[in-house]
């Protein structure tokens, strides 16, 4: 079956500093989306890639779907406080009405 | 306002007592889905349904039923709760529309639930 792998688990920056999270899947992939939970929250969704090579961008967030469309990845730049929180990347494969969630990257941001 | 709404936020059962929560959308979206979320291993799916009277397991759905017998509505039932069904679940609804892609997924406030 599909799987996805979301790494870093957890990752600790100083506001000002940049972050990456990078979504890896087994299988080629027909879209991933992107979500983002604050603690005590709800999965929110950010974006949805579909071609290969793709890359769309949200003020200081980059999202970017590989050439082969087997990973992904989303680039914080310059993160804030208001940037904490857990990053899912969630994937289809094929024609899969299934939508596969990674395990997720908390991100801690501190002053 | 759009909106997935579940019931209950909260609740503390004792094993082997029947329980529902309930999910209802207002968006009139055709997928519905129950996910459930444990630390370390993200969002899991439970089950899911395309349409009404269409329902289809997701990963882990062994000890849940579920039913969409109307558009709105997706309620997951626990038969016979187990402390290891303890978990935060959440609904998620979303448009639909032609395979393979589902489209931005809208997530309840959840149901953290505690099996003892």
């Known amino acids: 079956g599909q799987q996805v792998m979301q790494i870093p688990q957890y990752q600790h920056v100083q506001e000002g500093e940049d972050f990456t999270t990078y979504c890896n899947s087994s299988?080629?992939?027909?879209?991933i989306q992107w979500y983002k939970q604050r603690p005590g929250g709800h999965p929110v969704f950010l974006i949805q890639?579909?071609?290969?090579?793709e890359v769309k961008k949200q003020k200081r967030l980059t999202f970017q779907f590989g050439e082969a469309k087997k990973n992904s990845s989303l680039h914080i730049t310059a993160t804030q406080t208001t940037d904490v929180g857990t990053y899912f990347c969630a994937t289809q494969a094929g024609t899969a009405s299934k939508l596969t969630f990674g395990t997720g990257t908390r991100l801690q941001v501190t002053l | 306002e759009a909106q997935v709404t579940q019931n209950p936020r909260y609740l503390i059962t004792v094993t082997g007592k029947k329980l529902t929560v309930t999910c209802s959308q207002n968006m009139n979206h055709e997928y519905m889905s129950w996910y459930r979320q444990d630390p370390g291993l993200g969002l899991r799916q439970i089950y899911y349904s395309m349409n009404v009277e269409v329902t289809d397991k997701g990963d882990v759905p062994e000890g849940y039923k579920v039913s969409r017998k109307e558009k709105r509505n997706f309620p997951l039932i626990l038969e016979s709760p187990s402390p290891n069904q303890t978990s935060l679940y959440f609904c998620a609804s979303s448009l639909g529309g032609v395979y393979p892609v589902t489209g931005e997924l809208f997530f309840g406030e959840g149901s953290r639930l505690t099996v003892l």
């Open positions: 890639l579909v071609k290969s090579g």
């Open positions: 299988t080629t992939l027909s879209n």
